[in-house]
C-alpha cells in the first residue's frame, strides 16, 4: 500500500500563488506516475496534471499550462510538488494527490490523499 499525505492548500487572492507538497510512503518502490486531481464545489472532479517519476516529464491539462507546475523534490520520487501561480477563482477546488499508472482520467491512479482546499479569492 501507499499513503499519500497533501499539505499547502489555503485562501490566497487571484493572480497569486500557493505550492502544494505530496509525500509518498509505504511501498513507494515501483511507482510510475504521480499527479493532482481537483474537485470544485457541485462539479465533477477534473485532472490536473502528472509527472512520471522516471524521465521527469509532465503533462498538464490546458487551463493550467504555464501557469502551474508539477516538480519531484528527491532522488527517492516520494515527494511531488504543484507550484501554482496567477490563480484565478475558477482555480477554487478541493486538490487530491495520486499515484498510479493513470493518465488523464481518474482510472488508473490506485492511490488517493484525502485532499487540500485551495481557495482563490476575487
Known amino acids: 500500500q501507499v499513503q499519500l499525505v497533501e499539505s499547502g492548500g489555503g485562501l490566497v487572492q487571484a493572480g497569486g500563488s500557493l505550492r502544494l507538497s505530496c509525500v509518498a510512503s509505504?511501498?513507494?518502490?515501483?511507482?510510475?506516475?504521480m499527479g493532482w486531481f481537483r474537485q470544485a464545489p457541485g462539479k465533477e472532479r477534473e485532472f490536473v496534471g502528472f509527472?512520471?517519476?522516471?524521465?521527469?516529464?509532465?503533462?498538464y491539462r490546458d487551463s493550467v499550462k504555464g501557469r502551474f507546475t508539477i516538480s519531484r523534490d528527491n532522488a527517492e520520487n516520494t515527494t511531488v510538488n504543484l507550484q501554482m501561480n496567477s490563480l484565478r477563482p475558477e482555480d477554487t477546488a478541493i486538490y487530491y494527490c495520486?499515484?498510479?499508472?493513470?493518465?488523464?482520467?481518474?482510472?488508473?491512479?490506485?492511490?488517493w490523499g484525502p485532499g487540500t482546499q485551495v481557495t482563490v479569492s476575487s
Open positions: 509527472i512520471n517519476l522516471s524521465g521527469g516529464t509532465t503533462y
Open positions: 495520486v499515484a498510479g499508472r493513470g493518465g488523464v482520467t481518474a482510472r488508473g491512479y490506485d492511490y
Open positions: 509505504g511501498r513507494t518502490f515501483g511507482l510510475i506516475r
